[in-house]
Every structure is written in C-alpha cells, then in structure tokens.
C-alpha cells in the first residue's frame, strides 16, 4: 500500500466546475486514468476516482465507502443561505440513495415493486402518447430546441405520472429542479446562494404540501402513495422523513437524469452521423445504443460516498472520513474495461455495463423506466426525423460535478422531407420497447467471412469484416468474440488471432493516431470431442457467408508494465497468444514463446511464428521428440519469476496450466495469468457446486440447474423475466420465493432471521443445499 503525495499539480487544478470538466469528463481527466487514478483535489476536498474497476469496487462494498454524502451541499453555503433555508423548516434527510445498511436495503425491498417490468409497462403507452404529441408541435417548423420543447417536459411529466404527484406547474419544478441541483452539486457564488436556497426551500414545502395531500387519497396509482401505504405496515422502515425527503429528490432522481440522458444521447449520435443513420435503418439498435449513449455520455458524470474507517483504494490510502468523488463518466472511457471506449459503437456487447446508473445495493432503482423513455424518444426521432441535423451552436452545461446535459439541443432539417409527408406508415411503432438490459440480440454485429484457409491439420483460419461497413473497435492482445453458430443455438469464444494496426503518426500531429481494424481473425481447431461449436464453424462456414458476432472483449489483458514476458500456448492455445507476442515485439518489451504440441502439422501459424520472432519461439513438439519439459522450464524461470522480473501468460489444456501453476506458486500475485479452454462461467466454481432441480409451482414446470449456471440463469434461460442489476448478491433485484427445500444463502441482503424464514432466496448466486427447491413461481 502507497500514500499518495497529497498535492499533485494536475490534481491542483482540478476544478469540477470549469469548463473543461462541463464539455467533457472523461477527456478532461484522462491523465488521471492514465497516471494517478486516486487523486486527492485540494479545491474540492475530495479524493477523485476515475478507473472503472476503483469505481466498482467503491460501489460493490456499501460499509466502507458509505453514500451517506450522496446528497450532501458539495459547496458549503454562507449562514445568509442557511438561514433562509431553515426559514422553510428544510430538511432534507435520508431517502435511499444517501441511506446506509441496514435500512437501506430493506427499504429498498420494501419499496421495489413498482419498478418490476409488468408494472413499468403500463406507462409505456403514456410515454409513446407524450412524445409523439410533442414531436407533432414541431415537425413542420424545421427547426427545434429539443430540450426546451420536448426533453425537458416529457420525462418531468413521466416523474411526475410514476411518483402519483398531480401534473402541476412544470416551470416552477423546472427552476425548483435546476435549484435543487445547483444546491447539492454545484458552486453557486455567494450572490447566487440565497437565490437558490430560497428556490430549493419552495421546492421543500411544495414537495410537503403535495405528500400531504397524497396522504388523503393513499389507494391512488403512484410510487409515493405505494409507500404511504407500505408505511402503514412498516412505520420504522419507511418514516415521515423518507417520504418527505423522497418527494423532493424522487421528482429529481427519476426527472433530470432522464432529460439529460436523451439530449446527451441525441447529441452524441447526430455528432456520428453515420451511426445516427445506422440506427435510423434499423431500429432494433436502438435498445443498446441508449445503453452505449448512457456509457459514451452518461447523465450522471460522478457519484460520492465517504469512508466509514481507514481503507484504500487503488492502491492508495485513505483515512476514515474521506470524501470520494467517483468520476464514473471517467471509468465508463477506462481502456482497461471497454475495448476501444472512444469509439461509439451500438453493437458494443458490454455497453450496460457502464457505471452511469451507478452499481450494487444503491444501483439505479429507475433505470427500467429510463432506459424505456430513451427507446421511445429515440425511435420516434429516428423514424419521423431521420434527417435531422444539429444546428451550429455552442453547448452550455450548469455547472455542477453530477447531473450533466446540455442547457439547449438546437436541431434543424427540412420539413419538405419529412418521411410521414410521404409514408404515413412510419407513425407505426416499428420496433417493441424493451424493458431492462439489452439482450444478445439487440447487440450482435452481422460480420461477412472474406477468407477461410487451412492453419494446421484440422484448423480453420477465418478472416471476417464488418457486414455492413462500420467501423470495427480496435482491440487488445488477448481479447475474444462470441460466435453464434446459426440457430444451433451453441455460442462459442474465439481468441482474435491477429493484430490490430500499429499506431501512425500523422505529419504535423503530436498525437499519435491509432486506425480501426478492417478485420478479425480467428482459427478454430476441430475438436475431437466436439460439444457441435467447431464442427459447426469446419463444416458451415465458408466464404461470402455473414456470421454473427459480439465483442469483442478481454478477460486475459496483457499489464501495463511488463520487463519480459513468457507466453506458453499447448496446441490452439497459440491464438490469443500470436496476437500478444506480436504486440510485445511492436512494443519492444523482451518475450519469449513457448508453443507446445503433438505433430508440427497440426500446430497453426507455426512457420509465420518462426518468421516473424526467431530466436524468440521455441517449438516443443513432441511428434520430433521435442516434447516440453515444463518443469524443468519453470525451474529455470523460478528466480527470475520470484523476483518479479517476469510476467507469464498462458493458454492451453488443463495439464499444461496445473504444470504451470505449480511451478509459479511462489511468483507474485498478478504475474501470472492463464486463460482456459472453457470458461468458468462467472464465479461459480464447477468442481465444487452440485446440480439441483427447481420446481416452480406456479406453472408446474422442472427444471435442472447445472453446476456451472446460476438458479437466475436457467431461470432467465427458461424465458423467465427476473430482474437482476448486480448478479453478485448484493442489491436484492433477483429475490424469489421459495416454497420448500433448504437455500444456500450467498447473499448480503437478507437478513439473518430473514434466512432462517426460509421463504425467499437471490436467484443470482444462491443455490439448494439438498438437490431440489420449490419457487412460488
Ligand atoms: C439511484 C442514475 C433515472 C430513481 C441512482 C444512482 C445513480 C442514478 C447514479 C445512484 C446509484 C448508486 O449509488 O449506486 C440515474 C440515471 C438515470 C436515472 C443516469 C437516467 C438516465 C431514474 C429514474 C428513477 C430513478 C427514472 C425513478 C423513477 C432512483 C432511485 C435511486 C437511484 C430511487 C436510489 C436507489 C438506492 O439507493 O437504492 N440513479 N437514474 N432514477 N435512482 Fe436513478
Ligand atoms: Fe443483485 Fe441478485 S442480488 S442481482
């Protein structure tokens, strides 16, 4: 552990208000992600975060890095401020998102129902109705200021609808809203304060004011009155003081984030206007570019919490007390975690993956009802205003460290060639909304096979580019893709074999520029005991043919920093390993390859290897008696590999990674990375799991969930809609009820006697103890 020098210069400056930071988050802290990702802001007094799996890690462990902060002024405010604000009696407390363990979490259960996707559907045709009324307004007019007459009003509307709050005076919550924000994340200057607290204090006894008389009809439709209701049954979980404090911020939580996710996303794809286009021919994107527009530029540009006892993070310390500014806009542009995260890629098959909805126990409860009114909003500006453009302006944001959106979104276009003026048809939806995460349909990249040769006895080496002419992501040595193997319903990961270009340095540019690929190259090896994935690919694919495809993406990701590496490949093994020892010799870091296998004829790209590294492979082939000796090699090693001094990556059969492992025990932690044949499938452990049968009553069905899948997905397998945000036990999203049989409890949201109750279980990562359950489903 490292104590970080407390001042920096770049982190000197950093100022979360300025211009810069407004533009564009990531940008303007990419140095911190590329050399000081814990930062302590002196003009803040907060330590900033901005790599992605920091940011996770904050998130997933709710104890140490508490959000009671989450809402606190970022700015003290002057007594003259203050005093005005308690002229209104405000006092903004505990809601969810700034409640610690462990009301929080039975709150949130308490109060979850109304999110579940049947009942979120019910506003979907409220939504539809509302946009495309506004988009009527203005389609003849050729020019609009969609935050001002659509973006902005409609999810207000929407919030307001969800909440059960009475459609009211719109402006007024438009300024009260804006107050609110400048309040809790901005720096308004010492004039500007009373102003705002005197608007943030209206906006407090209107939000009182309005509960009240919500309190008189509490059987009518509407998130708040669910909770007066659930008050009566549980008055200690759900009090006075979270209903008063939820009035207020719920109209901001499910209003301001949503406006600003659709200016943002609108911005972003009429900026690329070729992915714009994209969309607008074929709607069914649109599901997952609203997930790559939440992750490219998220509404949410940084999140906070504060430690409850001396922690690090990153690497660096922190003592108790520490405020914690997440940069997640920041971590959603991390290399480390997105291949290729400044390209805008709706086919990006880990987009929902972003941090911009937050993570674990606090994860956005409404993200299902925004991600429902970004579809809307985007299909019908795709399909009645394709040929709108943005119009030439500079865009302003109000400053503040969290809720980011352009104040003004000016676009233009020729009412002459509206579609509907020609085809009335295109009113008609074309796509169904979908309600939760994007599936793997929604984010599949169509690719073209351009070359199929023989790369060995038995291996295919197939080179495919992109169908229908899009940029492909650039990628990372040891990153894959998943091949759907047609409708055999069999998904297989292969290794990219190849290289992605070599950075260029434009005449004049200081920057270098890095191309995109103009393809991917796999090989795949004809196993003797095919599960049907590589006979499919030897016996169906050929030239001309369009496969589908996602990724790609890296779970075996070469360090930062590396003095010398030695990558050992057995047999097929070779392919993610070519792509690494190419990418170390570009960049001039010491290898060596070590490719072991039976007869040279069935070893691939075995003469291309010799060719391109030389004296840097070695060919164990035991067909020439040159079997490898790998305990002999780590022996070798074993020195060197103690001390640190080297880095070893492998992929191969099972025997040669446990020769590895065993002579690489006493190596550090981290220099040592094994990729396996088969995928061990999230974090369940096949050796040590047992398979079990679920029954479930409601629809006298059985089903068998194997060792290596989770009880949540072969109930999302079996076409089960179960909602799940964090999928590591941590949020109580994938609660179900269990009937009969024991539970092995793995989560951290229920609580003891809630265990012992025996009537509900977290389907992410909870099993059976004996070998059956029953499910009230
Ligand atoms: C929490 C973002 C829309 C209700 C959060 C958090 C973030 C966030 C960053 C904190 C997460 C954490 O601490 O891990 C967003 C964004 C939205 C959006 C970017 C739109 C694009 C909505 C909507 C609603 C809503 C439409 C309500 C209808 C909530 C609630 C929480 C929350 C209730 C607190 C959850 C808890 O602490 O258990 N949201 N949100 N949000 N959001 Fe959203
Ligand atoms: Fe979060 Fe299961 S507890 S998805």
Not at 522 to 546: F, N, P, T, Y
Not at 550 to 557: E, S, V
Not at 654 to 678: C, Y
């Amino acid at each position: 552990m490292t104590t970080a020098c407390p001042i920096s210069s770049p982190a000197d400056e950093f100022d979360p208000f300025g211009d810069g930071y407004q533009q564009d988050p990531p940008a303007y802290v990419a140095w911190s992600r590329e050399s000081e990702p814990v930062f302590y802001s002196p003009k803040l007094d907060y330590w900033v975060v901005t790599r992605y799996e920091d940011i996770k890690a904050i998130f997933r462990d709710n104890l140490t890095f508490s959000p009671a902060v989450a809402l606190e002024k970022i700015t003290p405010t002057s007594q003259e401020a203050n005093d005005v604000l308690a002229s209104y009696d405000y006092g903004m407390n505990r809601t969810l998102v700034n409640e610690d363990e462990p009301a929080h979490m039975e709150r949130r259960r308490a109060l979850m129902e109304p999110f579940d996707p049947e009942h979120l559907a019910h506003h979907e045709p409220m939504v539809r109705a509302l946009v495309r009324e506004y988009v009527d307004a203005f389609i003849d007019d050729g020019r609009a200021d969609l935050v001002n007459q659509m973006f902005w009003e409609i999810p207000l509307t929407v919030a307001l609808e969800f909440l059960g709050v009475p459609d009211d005076d719109k402006p007024k919550l438009r300024e009260y809203s804006v107050a609110h924000t400048v309040n809790t994340w901005g720096r308004p200057e010492p004039e500007e304060q009373v102003a705002v607290a005197h608007a943030v204090g209206n906006f407090w006894q209107y939000a009182g004011g309005v509960l009240e008389r919500m309190r008189e009809r509490p059987d009518d439709h509407g998130w708040m009155q669910y909770g007066i209701r659930m008050q009566r049954e549980l008055p200690e979980v759900v009090t006075d003081s979270y209903l008063h404090s939820m009035m207020m911020a719920g109209i901001v939580a499910a209003h301001e984030t949503t406006a600003n996710g659709i200016a943002n996303a609108v911005k972003l794809l009429l900026e690329n206007r070729e992915i714009w286009e994209q969309v607008c021919a074929d709607p069914t994107l649109i599901p997952n570019a609203v997930e790559e527009c939440l992750r490219h530029n998220g509404s949410q540009a940084a999140w906070r919490r504060i430690t409850t006892t001396p922690t690090e993070v990153g690497g660096v310390s922190l003592p108790e007390g520490a405020r914690i500014l997440m940069v997640s806009s920041s971590g959603n542009h991390d290399t480390r975690r997105f291949e290729d995260p400044e390209l805008v890629d709706v086919r990006r098959d880990d987009a929902a993956d972003h941090l911009t909805f937050g993570y674990g126990a606090h994860q956005c409860l409404g993200k299902n009802l925004a991600r429902m009114e970004m579809q809307i909003f985007l299909e019908e500006l795709t399909g009645r205003l394709p040929h709108m453009r943005l119009a030439a302006q500079e865009f302003s944001y109000v400053p503040n460290t969290s809720f980011r959106g352009p104040e003004h979104l000016w676009v233009e276009w020729d009412p002459a060639d509206n579609p509907e003026r020609r085809d009335p048809c295109v009113l008609r939806p074309r796509v169904e909304v979908n309600i939760g995460e994007p599936t793997a349909a929604h984010h599949s990249r169509p690719m073209r096979v351009v070359r199929v040769v023989d790369a060995a006895d038995d291996v295919r080496h197939i080179t495919l580019v992109s169908d229908d002419g899009t940029a492909l992501p650039t990628f990372t040595p040891g990153s894959h893709i998943d091949v759907e193997c047609a409708d055999s319903g069999i998904v297989r990961q292969y290794s990219l074999c190849g290289s992605p270009p070599a950075p260029v340095q434009p005449a004049g540019c200081p920057v270098p520029h890095t191309p995109r690929p103009q393809e991917y190259e796999i090989a795949v090896l004809r196993e003797q005991e095919s599960r049907g994935g590589s006979d499919w690919v030897h016996d169906h694919v050929h030239e001309g043919d369009v496969l589908t495809v996602r990724g790609p993406r890296n779970h075996f990701r070469l360090p930062e920093q590396a003095q010398r590496y030695v990558f050992v490949a057995g047999g097929i093994g070779i392919t993610p390993i070519r792509a690494m020892a190419a990418h170390a010799a570009r960049e001039g870091v010491a290898y060596e390859i070590h490719y072991l296998g039976r007869e040279r004829a069935g070893m691939a790209f075995v003469d291309e290897l010799a060719t391109e590294h030389g004296e840097h492979l070695v060919v164990h082939c035991s067909g020439e008696g040159g079997r490898a000796d790998l305990h002999r090699l780590m022996a070798d090693l074993s020195d060197r590999g103690r001390a640190g001094d080297l880095h070893l990556y492998a992929c191969g059969p099972q025997r040669m990674i446990d020769d590895l492992t065993t002579g690489s025990a006493d190596w550090p932690e981290g220099t040592v990375v094994f990729e396996h044949f088969s995928s061990t499938l999230g974090e369940l452990d096949p050796e040590v799991e047992h398979e079990f049968t679920v029954h479930l009553a409601d629809s006298d069905v059985d089903l068998v969930v194997p060792r290596d899948r989770t009880l949540l997905q072969t109930l999302r397998d079996a076409g089960r809609a179960i909602p799940a945000n964090c999928r590591e036990g941590l949020c109580g999203t994938c609660e179900v009820p269990v009937l009969d049989g024991d539970v092995d409890h793995r989560d951290v949201v229920l609580s003891g006697s809630e265990r012992r109750a025996g009537d509900r279980m977290m389907s992410c990562c909870s099993r059976a103890v004996g070998d059956r359950i029953v499910l009230g489903l």
